[in-house]
């Protein structure tokens, strides 16, 4: 009797650690998304498509829990080439943000002022950096 | 005598005004330093590489106040394809951070190791934005 019972707290506690293993693993999978947009747009049009991807990353920030940074640069002597990192906390988060309604009005709206657009899947360095 | 202090208090008042004008514009004109780096190694190299260049960040990141970060990536098809987001508070941080005893480790050590590197001067979208 008192061999059932150690026994079965043997197999409960072995239960626990393979759970928490599992989950560490699902955890790591579902880590975050971290990309490069690199995107060239219509010259005559990039004010337009500034003050468009403004907006956008100003709502996404603000009303999207897992979209964690949007951060957007044009080279210098090449204005019209913009490049975002990118950083969702998850792949799931990446799916919701593509259904929401600023990021359709940004794509639908900016369609026709985007000359050409790279999207470049990307692992991070150190992904826990942070912008001080 | 009554005019003369009005007049000494309206030119003590306008010189407060441009003092604050030229504070601000030398603010602007001293801003962020944001440029995209677009390093490729040397396939036989990459670990060492990374290995490298994760101590450098740290120890810029922790030991000097004006790097606001320096975020890498590696391609996930082209992993000796190394991209990173560099945020320095104004140029004069930048030309502390070229004096770092770790920056001048990493320069030096890695030389070999990279086959090339494009500096590309950026203007940020939104200089605020930081990761969540």
């Known amino acids: ?3 059932k019972r150690a026994l079965l707290a043997l197999i409960y506690t072995l239960g626990i650690i393979m759970l928490a293993f ?6 790591q999978e579902k880590g975050q998304k971290v990309r490069l947009a690199k995107i060239i747009i219509d010259s005559s049009q990039l004010e337009n498509y500034k003050a468009a991807l403004t907006e956008e990353i100003e709502a996404s920030l603000r009303l999207e829990r897992g979209v964690l940074t949007l951060y957007a640069v044009a080279e210098k002597e090449n204005p019209t080439h ?3 990192l990118e950083i969702y906390a998850d792949e799931d988060a990446y799916k919701a943000h593509l ?5 359709i009005k940004y794509k639908t709206g900016t369609k026709n002022m985007v000359k050409s657009l790279e999207l470049v899947e990307t692992i991070p360095l150190m ?4 912008i001080k």
Not at 99 to 103: A, D, I, N, R, S
């Open 127 to 130: 992904p826990a950096m942070k």
């Open 22 to 27: 599992c989950n560490n693993a699902a955890a």
């Open 99 to 103: 259904q929401t309604p600023h990021f």
């Open 1 to 3: 009797m008192k061999y």
């Open 82 to 84: 913009i490049t975002i």
